[in-house]
């Protein structure tokens, strides 16, 4: 009977690893290094019979099976989204693996905490997938590892030593493009894998070099309008139910022999499948970037929408963490939306197509994700706005959850001044009033014939804010109706009536001659009467939009 082990790797503490600085080239450095730990480098840890065909590349061989093929020590089952599970013939070559994968992770991205876990079982008794299948079980042991693992502690500077000034620890190189600042470790090996970052960003957007662009390597190259404080937007966006989409398809493949290699087929497929789809919407997120760029004819300025100024042919957006269903970039402040809503779009369409061609009886890749968007100035501390970010994603993730069905969905938050506490502290000091919530946020992506909190109509009322006749160049009155929206409904109505010619743009009422807020499809009629809905949970339909005004640039779907 063929015994294997499943291996499981993880890295942990991405997020304080990746976004503790604010210099963006650590950034781009740190990503790369938590990709290659569980893609390239785990794969030139491999032995050589496996049965990976390019180790940069990861292509794997798929007509070599572990269980038929006895020259083969190990076979990669799948790796995406950070995410490794690789079977091995023997535990003493899975103790081997990790031991060279772990040497070489301390040589080039020292600081970064790799944790593996190994199963062993019976290829024709044991069951990879099911509820307590073999994934299950390694994925619960790597589990425990992570919490009960010691912390590691860097060692401090012993005698006369230099601070880095990211991360205070003993300094042992010096950076040439800082002039010469002496910098730690991990800080050095982060900045000397900016390199093959770019490499692999050039490759998965290829549409941005012919046309004569650069992608940036420093926060001061996105470019901002003079005279304007310049912004940034973090926005981090991840598949909904992956996880879930994973453990039900362990379920249909529940029985050892036979059953376990066309798991590991499926879950391949699925893995290779969304890695594909949201690549081709980071394209085709970077296809509309590019699109609305077009020269002043009096300046000559390059300019994103005509709102946007390039510095040079740099893009004011850098995507930092891509390779799986979770995607990370940063751009403008003023972009941030747009192009979140650009990706979200796309991924749903490519998902789509890509569930038309699929070898694996009825799998189904048709996803849906959400994204959160933290506008923040552009050297605010970038840690907290990647986490503030994170949280904005869950946000909308637990409005998905709450309506009960599957859709994408947005949330953001526009820190103009400092953020103190969590996302929920924020919202109850700053954004809940006597009345009710002065958000709407979250939004559905789509239009919803159930659901008026939708990006379209935030959108639509926006930019009637924004550009429309009755408030285009009318600060104090949008000034006056926010404190209105504030004060609550009946602040709203006296607002309304001191300004008659505001006129009801809801075609479907007979009385539309009266004075009345923004329209709102599907929304309830005491909007635009009141700007607050009814009813116990009371909400405002206006407040997010005028806050929204000057951050939002509309980009034109290519």
Not at 164 to 182: D, K
Not at 359 to 384: D, M, Q, W
Request: charged share 25%.
């Amino acid at each position: 009977m063929p015994e294997f082990v499943l291996t499981a790797l993880d890295v942990t503490g991405i997020q304080r690893y990746i976004f503790a600085s604010n210099r963006l080239q650590e950034n781009i450095g740190a990503s790369e290094l938590v990709f290659r730990a569980t893609n390239q480098y785990a794969f030139w840890a491999l032995p050589q019979e496996c049965n990976v065909l390019d180790r940069e590349t990861g292509l794997l061989d798929e007509a070599r099976h572990l269980e038929k093929d006895n020259s083969l020590v190990a076979e990669v089952m799948y790796a995406g989204g950070g995410n490794v599970l690789i079977l091995f013939r023997s535990l003493p070559q899975a103790q081997q693996f990790v031991s060279q994968l772990s040497k070489k992770l301390i040589e080039v991205a020292p600081g970064l905490e790799l944790l593996a876990a190994h199963v062993l079982f019976d290829w024709d008794k044991h069951s990879i997938g099911g509820l307590e299948g073999v994934r299950a079980q390694v994925l619960e042991k790597l589990n425990r590892v992570k919490h009960e693992r010691s912390i590691s502690t860097p060692l401090q500077g012993l005698g006369v030593t230099v601070a880095c000034q990211s991360t205070g620890l003993a300094a042992v190189a010096l950076n040439p493009l800082r002039n010469n600042q002496p910098v730690a470790a991990p800080v050095a090996a982060k900045l000397e894998a900016v390199k093959d970052a770019h490499k692999r960003l050039s490759k998965a957007l290829p549409q941005i070099k012919p046309q004569g662009y650069r992608i940036p390597f420093e926060f001061d190259k996105f470019g901002r309008s003079e005279g304007e404080i310049s912004y940034i937007a973090v926005v981090h966006a991840d598949g909904n139910n992956m996880g879930a989409q994973v453990d039900q398809l362990a379920q249909r493949y529940a029985q050892p022999g036979t059953g376990n290699r066309a798991y590991i087929a499926a879950i391949r497929e699925f893995s290779q499948k969304i890695n594909e789809a949201a690549l081709a919407a980071l394209q085709d997120t970077v296809k509309v970037l590019l699109a609305a760029i077009s020269e002043d004819q009096q300046t000559k300025q390059k300019m994103v929408a005509g709102v946007v100024p390039l510095q040079g042919r740099w893009l004011p957006f850098r995507p930092l963490v891509f390779g799986g269903d979770d995607v990370t970039f940063v751009c403008d402040g003023r972009l941030g939306l747009h192009l979140a809503v650009e990706y979200l779009a796309a991924f749903e369409r490519r998902s789509q197509e890509l569930s038309q061609n699929v070898k694996t009886e009825g799998l189904n890749l048709a996803a849906h994700a959400c994204a959160g968007i933290a506008v923040v100035k552009s050297h605010y501390p970038f840690a907290r706005a990647y986490s503030l970010a994170e949280q904005l994603c869950s946000s909308a993730k637990s409005y998905v959850r709450l309506k009960g069905t599957d859709f994408s969905a947005l949330d953001w938050h526009f820190a103009a001044s400092g953020l103190l506490g969590s996302l929920n502290d924020i919202r109850r000091s700053q954004y809940e009033v006597k009345t009710g919530k002065l958000y709407l946020r979250p939004v559905r992506l789509q239009a919803n014939g159930n659901d008026w909190r939708t990006w379209p109509n935030f959108s639509q009322v926006t930019l009637e804010f924004k550009n429309g006749d009755q408030w285009a160049d009318k600060k104090n009155k949008v000034i006056k109706l926010r404190q209105a929206l504030r004060e609550g409904p009946v602040a709203v109505a006296q607002f309304l009536r001191a300004y008659p010619d505001l006129k009801k743009e809801d075609l479907k009422e007979e009385n539309s001659d009266r004075s009345g807020l923004p329209a709102l499809l599907q929304a309830p009629h005491e909007l635009t009467d009141t700007g607050w809905t009814e009813g116990p949970d009371r909400i405002c339909g206006y407040f997010d939009a005028i806050e929204a005004a000057d951050f939002f640039t509309p980009l034109k779907a290519v």
